[in-house]
């Protein structure tokens, strides 16, 4: 098959069944990973912590650099208008149905089943992710430290991202 194509067609399923926001791709992300080998599970790391602290959602930076990794520029161009485009078609869908359902009680159950899904995924892929870096005592220690932080101080997310883009920049010296 056409790497185009499978691109397009793998990022296109990904856009279509990621309900959640952008960390709802990651369970697709990792299946990705391992099936093709268009990045490794370290790199998909990686691009999450970077995804996270740049413009735009997480699952469209990822796939702009897992298509231009896998294929250059074209790739990248593929694999983000193919991510995008199912919930470009399901807003404009719904946008025109929400009058008459907004209060419909099988919609309401629907949304509300799909928020435990989510989590259940994020935390299979959180384990997974941490498997690598299970042996890293300096990543554990920074996990325990942040996750102490941010119970306590209650800060914005992003602080805690740049605290351990910072720490990952000067451990990488040491």
């Known amino acids: ?76 161009a593929f694999a983000t208008v193919s991510e995008m485009l199912p ?18 009680f099988y919609v309401k159950t629907l949304i509300e089943t799909l928020k435990p899904i989510s989590c259940a995924l994020l935390a299979s892929v959180a384990v997974g992710l941490l498997k690598p870096e299970i042996n890293n005592i300096k990543s554990l220690i920074l996990l325990a430290v942040l996750l102490i932080l941010s119970k306590k101080s209650k800060k914005d997310p992003l602080f805690y991202i740049l605290i351990s883009a910072i720490f990952g920049i000067v451990v990488s010296f040491i």
């Open 1 to 76: 098959m056409n790497i185009y194509l499978l691109l397009a067609f793998e990022f296109f399923k990904i856009g279509l069944f990621s309900f959640g926001g952008g960390y709802a791709t990651i369970p697709f992300l990792y299946h990705i990973s391992e099936v093709y080998g268009w990045y490794s599970i370290r790199e998909l790391s990686q691009m999450t912590a970077i995804a996270s602290i740049t413009p735009g959602p997480v699952g469209i930076n990822v796939a702009t650099y897992a298509g231009l990794k896998t294929s250059g520029i074209l790739g990248s």
């Open 87 to 104: 919930s470009l078609i399901l807003v404009i869908i719904v946008s025109k149905l929400l009058k008459n359902f907004s209060e419909n």
